[in-house]
């Protein structure tokens, strides 16, 4: 609380900041280290727990966006491919490769060559960083996976993608820790009420949630992460 209570303070101090981050959600707090990182000065609020809205509701996936093969979204699934694979080459104790068991439904609207195809497709869209896909006979999924009643299949297929190891709040939060490292001003339970222009520079009124106490941040540049609380 002391680094808080600090830091709220440095906060309403007069300092210009080169940048003030609203939300410390994934981009809020991956800006945050970012910025930090190249030596800007960087502040970041959040009204509640760092982490503590959409991005602690994650599937805690990072994936390669399988489903939009369907929509012929594939610039999309190019790029989610390989965002996928430098999370996993670049936070390799946190980002691990998982393999995903699919089973394929007789009458299912595809049919199992295009699907197996496609694991193929997804496989090279993401420049074959990841395991290769693995066709899955009947036969197979029973002797491998008992409980799983075949009957009503043509058989599966198996493929990759990533998983975060421990969870997504936390992973969140060591951007904001590594922000913090570089010099981030950081304070969690302070909310933005609103920001106006001000002789070229954004003056942010917030309010310390837990006090009630108003203050005004100045910044150059103000960076609205706060999510689905965009406005
Ligand atoms: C580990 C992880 C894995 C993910 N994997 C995938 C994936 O595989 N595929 C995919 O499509 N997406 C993925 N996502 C993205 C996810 O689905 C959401 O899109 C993302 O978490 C949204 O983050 P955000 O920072 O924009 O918003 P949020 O997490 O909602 O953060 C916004 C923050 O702003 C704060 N805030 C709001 N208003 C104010 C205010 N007035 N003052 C101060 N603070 C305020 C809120 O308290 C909140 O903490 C993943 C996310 C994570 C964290």
Same mark, same amino acid.
């Given at each position: 609380?002391?680094?808080?209570?600090?830091?709220? /303070?440095?906060?309403?101090?007069?300092?210009?900041?080169?940048?003030?981050?609203? *939300? @410390?959600?994934?981009?809020? +707090?991956?800006? #945050?280290?970012?910025?930090?990182?190249?030596?800007?000065?960087? #502040?970041?609020?959040?009204?509640?727990?760092? #982490? *503590?809205?959409?991005?602690?509701?994650?599937?805690?996936?990072?994936?390669? @966006?399988?489903?939009?093969? &369907?929509?012929?979204?594939?610039?999309?699934?190019?790029?989610?491919?390989? *965002?996928?694979?430098?999370?996993?080459?670049?936070?390799?104790?946190?980002?691990?490769?998982?393999?995903?068991?699919?089973?394929?439904?007789?009458?299912?609207?595809?049919?199992?060559?295009?699907?197996?195809?496609?694991?193929?497709?997804?496989?090279?869209? @993401?420049?074959?960083?990841?395991?290769?896909?693995?066709?899955?006979?009947?036969?197979?999924?029973?002797? &491998?996976?008992?409980?799983?009643?075949?009957?009503?299949?043509?058989?599966?297929?198996?493929?990759?993608? +990533?998983?975060?190891?421990?969870?997504?709040?936390?992973?969140?939060?060591?951007?904001?820790?590594?922000?913090?490292?570089?010099?981030?001003?950081?304070?969690?339970?302070? /909310?933005?009420? *609103?920001?106006?222009?001000? &002789?070229?520079?954004?003056?942010?009124?917030?309010?310390?949630?837990?006090?009630?106490?108003?203050?005004?941040?100045?910044?150059?540049?103000?960076?609205?992460?706060?999510?689905?609380?965009?406005?």
């Amino acid at each position: 609380m002391k680094l808080r209570d600090s830091n709220i /303070e440095k906060l309403g101090q007069g300092t210009c900041y080169d940048a003030l981050i609203i *939300g @410390g959600g994934i981009n809020g +707090a991956v800006s #945050a280290a970012a910025l930090s990182g190249k030596g800007v000065k960087v #502040a970041l609020i959040d009204q509640r727990d760092f #982490a *503590g809205f959409t991005s602690q509701q994650s599937s805690n996936l990072a994936w390669g @966006g399988i489903k939009y093969l &369907e929509s012929h979204d594939y610039r999309l699934v190019r790029e989610l491919c390989l *965002g996928r694979n430098h999370l996993i080459e670049n936070y390799p104790s946190r980002v691990k490769e998982i393999r995903f068991y699919s089973t394929i439904e007789r009458g299912f609207r595809f049919p199992p060559l295009l699907l197996w195809l496609g694991t193929w497709v997804y496989w090279l869209f @993401g420049n074959g960083f990841t395991k290769t896909p693995r066709w899955l006979s009947r036969q197979t999924i029973n002797a &491998e996976e008992p409980v799983i009643d075949t009957s009503r299949f043509h058989g599966g297929f198996e493929y990759s993608d +990533a998983y975060l190891h421990d969870n997504d709040s936390r992973f969140v939060f060591q951007f904001v820790r590594s922000a913090m490292d570089r010099g981030c001003i950081a304070a969690n339970y302070v /909310e933005s009420l *609103g920001a106006r222009r001000e &002789e070229g520079y954004w003056i942010t009124r917030a309010r310390d949630v837990l006090t009630g106490k108003t203050l005004e941040i100045r910044s150059t540049v103000l960076i609205n992460a706060s999510g689905p609380f965009v406005n």
